[in-house]
């Protein structure tokens, strides 16, 4: 199978939903590991795993998971990962009341904030455990027994046919692909003070993004 996971607020849904209809690949709705229909706060499932999943994983096994006939359960051939700025994505987590679920899916852990993002930005703590994340994917010296891909998710649509190749799946299928969207940063439309204390949390992070390729196979 292919695991396809993001740091979020990157489409994941929609796009690991379009691509389960040509592929093996994780669910859309981040179920693998639970025992019965849940949320998707789940760091069980593979949609924002926080490091990528060895193929002794035992969520890829299905004694493990709730009898679900669309789940996949192989061992992993190949990763794509779909990353962004912190800065980006962030915000909108707690524009959209999706910022404590978040958390829990990718650290396991419920944070503090409680989806409040002026508590979050007073704790002055990444309780996203996305500096984690990034650091489990992008470093070449984790290895895995299967190559993955990086992919800025800024920069999804025009590297789209080596993306498709990577997956194994037909560039005909390229123009069915979702339109590229607009993104307006929601870190513009934050105060000075906001985005100051944001920066604090993020901004190293925020730099090495910065400076790594936009896509990129290990």
């Not at 990962?81 to 915000?91: K, L, R, S």
């Not at 944070?111 to 002026?118: E, L």
């Not at 500096?131 to 990086?150: A, E, H, P, V």
């Not at 339109?179 to 000075?192: A, I």
Request: with cysteine; glycine share 6%.
């Amino acid at each position: 199978m292919i695991i396809i996971t993001s740091m979020g607020g990157c489409g994941s849904t929609s796009f690991i939903s379009w691509f389960s209809a040509r592929i093996k690949c994780n669910c859309a709705l981040n179920s693998e590991g639970l025992k019965k229909a849940g949320p998707g706060s789940n760091p069980r499932g593979f949609k924002h795993r926080i490091s990528p999943p060895n193929n002794n994983d035992k969520f890829l096994l299905k004694e493990n998971s709730f009898n679900r006939d669309d789940l996949i359960y192989e061992k992993v051939d190949k990763a794509l990962f779909m990353y962004d700025d912190p800065i980006n994505i962030v915000p909108s987590l707690f524009n959209r009341k999706i910022a404590t679920g978040h958390a829990i899916a990718v650290s396991g852990n419920r944070p503090s904030h409680n989806n409040d993002f002026d508590k979050f930005l007073q704790l002055n703590s990444d309780s996203f455990e996305l500096k984690t994340q990034w650091k489990n994917w992008s470093d070449k010296n984790n290895k895995t027994d299967y190559k993955r891909l990086l992919i800025n998710f800024n920069y999804f649509w025009e590297n789209l046919d080596l993306i498709l190749d990577f997956l194994g799946i037909s560039n005909d299928q390229k123009n069915r692909f979702p339109p590229k969207r607009e993104r307006k940063s929601s870190f513009n439309k934050l105060t000075q003070i906001q985005q100051t204390k944001l920066v604090d949390i993020y901004g190293e992070m925020s730099e090495s993004i910065k400076n790594y390729p936009d896509i990129i196979i290990i």
